[in-house]
């Protein structure tokens, strides 16, 4: 029997950056709270093939899948309000669609037809669309179109989805138009011109919302909402507020509150009973919403002016907080300059998160060596890990020890690259990508917090702890705490005499819940607190 699923795509105006990927988590997540199963679909109109070479400046984090794919950020976010793992095709980009029509016109698929934008990149779009929708097997596929409306790169994929509103029929296909609604201080009114704007570059395209999500910095007054519904051609109830929330969990329930499940139930018929139940939901963001006590992280990294750049940390310091039922504050030091001991000091914990490049090290190095000599709780994550390893063997003999991605001639060569690696360069797969399995040594800090032998983390690197050197910084004192199944590559390390010193190489970050916190982040925070208390 083919699977018919039902589509949601959600587009965005006037301004970037408003929430259209919040926006299309939280509609999953009141679809979900019926009993429906929903999957996410990005689409990113920039011609790179993923997001794996883009600068965090540019575009924030690389979110990571099971399947090892290099994400946009929203996938994060779908991730952790859908509780559900995506797939990596989930990501749709520009430069994915023409690599696929390429290969196969000069595989002779088109069969001499001039390969053109309209019909065949077009149906490349929906194709990959509806892949995702058979396998997830999903009631509810939430497609969120990236960028705004107006933007060149992205017409094609508004045409895609204005054929495949046609071709599954209209009960099957809704739109929803996430815009800004500007309040002018000076004029001491909202305006809602821009969203009146952006509707009719929409329905230029030949696509007319079926719902209105008005995002603004503080509530709107229904009289306001009845006018965009006049001139935007919606109906009044389909005219939605979504204001700055104190947390993106609460944007849920606001929408809830604004009856968005059911107009949608009603709009493309889905079977359910009942209301939406976003009790559980509510308990979470009343665990997120605690004021006290509080306990400091300070997150020593070389993007920190942009905090999108490791929002997954951040989100899952605060699933773990939640958790233990403390909140969390966190504070951003620029590993760019040295990092001083004033810079440190009032912290009650210490993170160093991921990276490639030289550039930070030095100020990683710092708070690693601060970490060990005042005995500060510390974790770090990926490069993070390899900096605590360098200056562990730094701080115990190995004078000069570094890794071999910032210094070929490093006497003690601590972190390199595998050979395996190395023999496959040419073929541009030397990056660890991906789900793999770590083993989990009894009687280290790594099995009190997760409990179990074996646990499954998702990695994005290329340099390991180098096997070379691994018995003599045992012999120093370093517990290896996580290896791979064959025991062949260091997955995590420890040491000791040290309230809480632990570094993994792979991204626990990408698999923290806020209802299932990552167990590394809590037993990271349980003892920031502690040493907090004492």
Known sequence: MVHLAKYIVVTGGVVSSIGKGITAASIGRILRSYGLSVTAIKIDPYLNWDSGTLNPYQHGEVFVTDDGMETDLDLGHYERFLDADLPGEANITTGKVYLSVINKERSGDYLGSCVQIIPHITDEIKAMIRRIADKSGADVVLVEVGGTVGDIEGQPFLEALRQLRNEEGHENVMFVHVTYVPYLRAAGEFKTKPTQHSTKELRSTGINPDMIICRSEMPIDSSLKKKIAHFCDVEEEAVVNAPDASSIYEVPLVLDSENVGEYIVRRIELDVEGRADLKEWRGIVESLMIDEPVVTVGIVGKYVELEDSYISIREALKHAA???????????????DDVSVDDLRHLDSILIPGGFGERGISGKLDAVRFALQEKIPIFGICLGMQCMVIEFARLNGMEGANSTEFDQDTPYPVIDMMEEQKRIRKMGGTMRLGSY???????????????EELVTERHRHRFEVNNEFREELEEKGLVISGTS????????????????????????EFKSRPNRAHPLFVSFLKAAFENRES
């Open 485 to 508: 199944p064959d025991e062949f590559l260091v997955e995590m390390v420890e040491i000791r005499d040290h309230p809480w010193f632990l570094g993994c190489q792979f991204h626990p």
């Open 322 to 336: 939640a958790h233990l039922g403390i909140r969390v504050e966190i504070e951003w030091i620029s590993a760019d």
């Open 437 to 451: 399995e770590c083993r989990v040594r009894e009687g280290t800090l790594a099995y009190e917090a997760y409990g």
